[in-house]
């Protein structure tokens, strides 16, 4: 498998090489030396990803013991619960928001005011608007 990606990158280097070298022929020897250069850093990088992919299944085993020992643990099960409730009240909090909030700011963005007082009402209201949908996002990310 790895000489067949290594001889694909190649592939495609020489075409991108080709290309290059049909317009432009001064620029000869530098395509040349980059095309070599990319084809070590390929080979390097396939390398690479081959000993990540062979550590897998121990790191796997691993992660999995040092996620048994953290949920024997009291404080890692309330942080995790503590967590998914914040996720639960943000999407509830942002399904209120695009249910009932969002309509009246489209209304009070696309209303034109009349006097100053009015203007500064607009204001207000949408700021309000605003200032809910940020709270909403804000719980929705923590």
């Excluded at 250069?37 to 121990?58: H, I």
């Excluded at 999995?64 to 409730?85: H, K, P, Y």
């Excluded at 943000?90 to 963005?109: D, S």
Aim: hydrophobic fraction near 60%.
């Amino acid at each position: 498998m790895k000489s067949w990606l290594v001889s694909l990158a190649e592939a495609v280097l020489l075409l991108f090489a080709d290309t290059a070298l049909s317009a432009a022929d001064a620029d000869e020897l530098g395509l040349e030396r980059l095309a070599g250069l990319a084809s070590a850093n390929v080979g390097a990088n396939l390398q690479a990803l081959r000993d990540d992919f062979a550590l897998a299944p121990s790191e796997a085993k691993r992660l999995a013991a040092d996620i048994v020992v953290a949920l024997n643990d009291g404080t890692a099960v309330r942080s995790v619960t503590f967590a998914l409730i914040l996720v639960v009240v943000g999407a509830g909090l942002e399904w209120l928001y695009w249910t009932f909030a969002a309509a009246p700011l489209r209304a009070v963005i696309n209303t034109t005011a009349t006097t100053p007082r009015h203007a500064v009402g607009l204001a207000l209201r949408r700021l309000g608007y605003l200032a809910f949908g940020i709270m909403c996002n804000s719980l929705h990310l923590i």
